[in-house]
């Protein structure tokens, strides 16, 4: 079972749809680690490539807030570390895997005939989900304010994006923050830091054990799993998701990129190439919905060739990815019946020609 991680260079660029019209080329699995709000990915896909018995489709972790992964981490109280997010995404290949008869050992891709597609969310360094447990070297770290209710989220939390964090208050924030992380974690989610609570308090006698009570108590209580709940100018961190998902390489995963098709996309697409690129990441193919304003120019994807040729002083073939454009579906049908769309000859052909391309470089580049 070979694996294909979708990038997007950006929000809006046709990642679901050229995934969409991808599953229904062969038999494939589906995979969406990150939703935030509704329509669900997995339900257009499975709109136009119904699963049966050799397919499947499934979200993993689904955020109701329309926004950010990170941000509805933190404004519905539901922290998810990248470890976390990065287990359930293997567990769910794992799974798939003894499924088709593979065997679980993630090395044993012999399998071509069956694609699984992990859609992303958003562009290449958008935001994974958050948590105060994410600390690895490209974590982007947040401090969380209470909102008194007024945040957009369901949840009583947002965060503060750079305002304050050199003053004298935001200093004392952090310290009072990482102080009390012992004296006042008792009420928050962290197991650590449960286990310090426990000790301090048996230690402290019965006083500290009534202390909370003449205190007011947080509108939010943490949930009965174990997971840190937001906390009063608490650090979280989150991770650009070229970087959070870049262990599946090892797993042998490959990338597929969505690139912008509209104007002032061909910048966007090739800083999205660079910085996959940058992080390691083989990019099987480059594919963009073309844009009708661009016809008589030629859309993305034509530039986008121009700049692999032009850097590797060859023709794109061998080792470098495969670039191809899909039409756009017609404005009048955007959110509507697309099944006339997806059955269009040229759509089926580029579909065809890229599935194909795929086929190749699985059993001859990446034996």
Not at 84 to 89: E, F, R, T
């Amino acid at each position: 079972m070979r694996t294909h991680l979708i990038f997007g260079s950006n929000t809006g660029v046709g990642k679901t749809l050229i995934t969409a019209a991808l599953t229904r080329a062969k038999a494939y699995n589906y995979i969406k680690p990150l939703q935030c709000g509704s329509p669900c990915d997995v339900n257009f896909v499975t709109k136009y490539s119904p699963v049966g018995f050799e397919s499947s489709a499934t979200t993993l972790h689904n955020f109701s807030s329309p926004i950010s992964p990170h941000l509805a981490s933190i404004f519905e109280g539901r922290p998810l570390s990248d470890a976390s997010l990065l287990a359930s995404v293997r567990d769910e290949l794992a799974r798939l895997r003894l499924r088709g008869g593979e065997g679980s050992d993630h090395n044993h891709n012999h399998n071509h005939n069956h694609v699984t597609y992990v859609e992303t969310a958003g562009g290449v360094l958008s935001p994974g989900a958050a948590s105060p447990l994410n600390r690895n070297g490209e974590s982007i770290m947040t401090r969380v304010v209470k909102s008194d209710g007024k945040g957009p989220g369901p949840g009583q939390y947002f965060n503060l994006l750079g305002e304050g964090f050199g003053d004298s208050s935001s200093s004392s924030s952090s310290s009072s923050s990482s102080s009390s992380s012992s004296s006042s974690s008792s009420s928050s989610g962290d197991v650590k830091s449960k286990s310090k609570s426990k000790s301090k308090s048996n230690s402290g006698g019965e006083e500290k054990e009534k202390q909370p009570q003449s205190q007011p108590q947080p509108q939010r209580q943490p949930q009965p799993q174990p997971q840190p709940q937001p906390q009063q100018g608490e650090l979280w961190g989150y991770t650009p998701q070229a970087a959070l998902y870049k262990p599946l390489q090892a797993d042998g995963v490959k990338s597929i990129l969505i690139g912008d098709g509209r104007l002032g996309g061909i910048s966007a697409t090739i800083s999205s190439i660079e910085c996959l690129e940058s992080r390691g990441w083989d990019i099987d193919a480059i594919g963009f919905l073309a844009d009708a304003d661009q016809s008589i120019v030629g859309d993305n994807s034509v530039s986008i060739k121009e700049y692999f040729m032009s850097r590797y002083k060859k023709d794109a073939s061998t080792g470098v990815p495969f670039v191809f454009s899909i039409p756009c579906p017609p404005e009048e049908e955007e959110g509507d019946d697309l099944e006339d769309y997806f059955s269009l000859g040229e759509v089926q052909e580029k579909v065809g020609n890229l599935a194909e391309e795929l086929d190749y470089r699985y059993l001859n580049l990446h034996a």
